[in-house]
């Protein structure tokens, strides 16, 4: 991930697009960034997880997660944090999920399941902690791409990536209540910023008309 030279001194309007796996926010990111020029839309980080020094740490992640979890969500968080801290010339920066979804939605499922042993967990909360009381990652609007388990379970078994091809519906359907709790309910965990929920469930034309809705609150300080 090369930076964009920073020529100015204020920090881009920061905007998290959230939601389970197959929710959409890799094409949200991407009709964005066609759209508008003065977006920064940050994209890559499965490839990255897929390739850590040669290792697929996806792969090995979904094949044994007790072996891999805590290296897995490591490196996530490693990736997360950087693009949290990534320097853009842009006033708008879209980022697909976060340091916040990939602690309170995947790290809190792993440890509910019993797959990350406390002495892990710790030193993952630790850095998380540090991380996030060090100012690097501020967010000013949250878009919630929501759907349905079953929905987002059918498109992945259509994009069929080769790591995923384990993942249940049940785990999907367990990821999407943390989720839930964190960014519908509200009952767990703190909300980093006022949170804008899309139905994500429509197919990918009638969800045009969705996003038109949020332009006004991402480009509300910019057009
Ligand atoms: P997502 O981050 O949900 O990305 P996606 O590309 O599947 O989403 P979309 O279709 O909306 O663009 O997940 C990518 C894979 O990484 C998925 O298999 C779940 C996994 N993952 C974790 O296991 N832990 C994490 O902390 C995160 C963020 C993802
Ligand atoms: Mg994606």
Redesign the pocket.
Known sequence: MEEEIKTHNYSPFTVLVE??????????LNYFKQQHQNVCALLE??EM?KNCGGHNL?LY??EDRERWGFT??SY??LT?LKQHTFKTNSPIKLM??SVY???Y???EKMISDGILPSPSASVIDEWFKWITSNAFCSVDLIIY?RTSPEV?YQ??RE?N?D??KS?SLQYLSE?HEMYENWLYHKTAFTCQASVLIVNADLDKFAILEEYQKVIPNIFGACL
């Open positions: 939601g389970n796996i197959g929710s959409g926010k890799t094409t949200f980080r499965v997880w996806l992640m979904y897995f969500q996530v968080q997360m697909e999920s979804s990939s602690r939605c995947f790290v791409l987002v498109r992945m994009r990536r790591e995923e993942v990821i």
